[in-house]
């Protein structure tokens, strides 16, 4: 069950919260500075190795640690979610690009799909690495690795995206929009050109429970599609395979004979 997280503002007395540090004798332990956010849902607490949110009901369980040693200071935005996103140079450690937002910013899907973060939020990729591309509500953005800029200076919208994934040779971007609407609008994958975001080829896919995209050595895109039987009370899986390296890039068709086997997993 979930953590009622305003709980204190059902108090019967309409009591406050408020932290007191006297010496050494603390009833929740921390190494240093305590920090309530904006609105009174979470109370941040210091230690060596990061910091720790507490909150909740009257016994105020701990919610949540962040490991980052010798924090000096934090901060918690007015809507108490944020993500902020570091990428470093490893070897010299220096900062290359950070991004900030609220959670719903990298919150993949619309109303009526499948809402959720699509980990790794950015993933690497084109010929040799040069950009690197992520993910956030409704936009993929690709970025070049050289200066860390946004690629034409613009992001490829694209509703409702969900999922994408690089060709491991070539800078084409496959991308996943699951239905939508009460299954009116069917699912869609798409092969998308780098930097020019072009658009190769396209599939509409109907009565899909789930899909996933994966590729060898680049010559195929093999999308496993999770379909619904027509009465809906199982799923049966198929394949679509893109033949990248031909002409128009024609997808064929594969299907078991007996659609009451089952596949865990492909490669």
Same mark, same amino acid.
């Given at each position: 069950?979930?953590?009622?997280?305003?709980?204190?503002?059902? +108090?019967?007395?309409?009591?406050?919260?408020?932290?007191?540090?006297?010496?050494?004798?603390?009833? %929740?332990?921390?190494?240093?500075?305590?920090?309530?956010?904006?609105?009174?849902?979470?109370?941040?607490?210091?230690?060596?190795?990061?910091?720790?949110?507490?909150?909740?009901?009257?016994?105020?369980? *701990?919610?949540?640690?962040?490991?980052?040693?010798?924090?000096?200071?934090?901060?918690?935005?007015?809507?108490?979610?944020?993500?902020?996103?570091?990428?470093?140079?490893?070897?010299?450690?220096?900062?290359?690009?950070?991004?900030?937002?609220?959670?719903? +910013? !990298?919150?993949?899907?619309?109303?009526?799909?499948?809402?959720?973060?699509?980990?790794?939020? %950015?993933?690497?990729?084109?010929?040799?690495?040069?950009?690197?591309?992520?993910?956030?509500?409704?936009?993929?953005?690709?970025?070049?690795?050289?200066? !860390?800029?946004?690629?034409?200076?613009?992001?490829?919208?694209?509703?409702?995206?969900? +999922?994408?994934?690089?060709?491991?040779?070539?800078?084409?971007?496959?991308?996943?929009?699951?239905?939508?609407?009460?299954?009116?609008?069917?699912?869609?994958?798409?092969?998308?050109?780098?930097?020019?975001?072009?658009?190769?080829?396209?599939?509409?896919?109907?009565?899909?429970?789930?899909?996933?995209?994966?590729?060898?050595?680049? +010559?195929?895109?093999?999308?496993?599609?999770? *379909?619904?039987?027509?009465?809906?009370?199982?799923?049966?899986?198929? !394949?679509?395979?893109?033949?990248?390296?031909?002409?128009?890039?024609?997808?064929?068709?594969?299907?078991?004979?007996?659609?009451?086997?089952?596949?865990?997993? !492909?490669?």
């Amino acid at each position: 069950m979930q953590e009622n997280l305003q709980h204190w503002l059902t +108090d019967e007395k309409a009591r406050d919260q408020f932290v007191i540090r006297a010496g050494s004798d603390t009833e %929740f332990w921390t190494e240093s500075f305590v920090q309530w956010s904006p609105l009174g849902t979470y109370l941040a607490t210091v230690h060596r190795q990061g910091a720790q949110l507490w909150g909740g009901a009257s016994t105020f369980n *701990r919610l949540m640690r962040y490991a980052h040693p010798q924090v000096i200071s934090t901060s918690h935005k007015c809507g108490e979610f944020l993500v902020v996103i570091n990428i470093f140079n490893a070897r010299m450690g220096k900062l290359m690009r950070d991004f900030k937002g609220n959670a719903d +910013d !990298f919150t993949v899907g619309g109303t009526g799909s499948v809402t959720g973060v699509s980990w790794p939020i %950015f993933r690497w990729g084109g010929k040799d690495d040069k950009c690197f591309v992520m993910i956030e509500k409704n936009v993929i953005s690709i970025y070049e690795t050289e200066t !860390f800029s946004l690629v034409d200076k613009k992001s490829l919208k694209v509703e409702n995206v969900v +999922d994408f994934s690089w060709s491991p040779i070539d800078p084409i971007l496959s991308l996943h929009v699951p239905e939508l609407g009460g299954r009116n609008q069917p699912a869609r994958v798409s092969l998308v050109q780098i930097p020019g975001k072009e658009e190769l080829r396209w599939k509409n896919l109907f009565s899909v429970s789930d899909c996933k995209m994966y590729r060898s050595n680049g +010559d195929y895109l093999a999308v496993k599609v999770d *379909r619904y039987t027509k009465i809906k009370k199982s799923t049966y899986t198929g !394949f679509e395979l893109f033949r990248i390296k031909e002409r128009d890039i024609p997808i064929e068709v594969l299907e078991l004979d007996n659609k009451n086997d089952k596949i865990i997993d !492909f490669a």
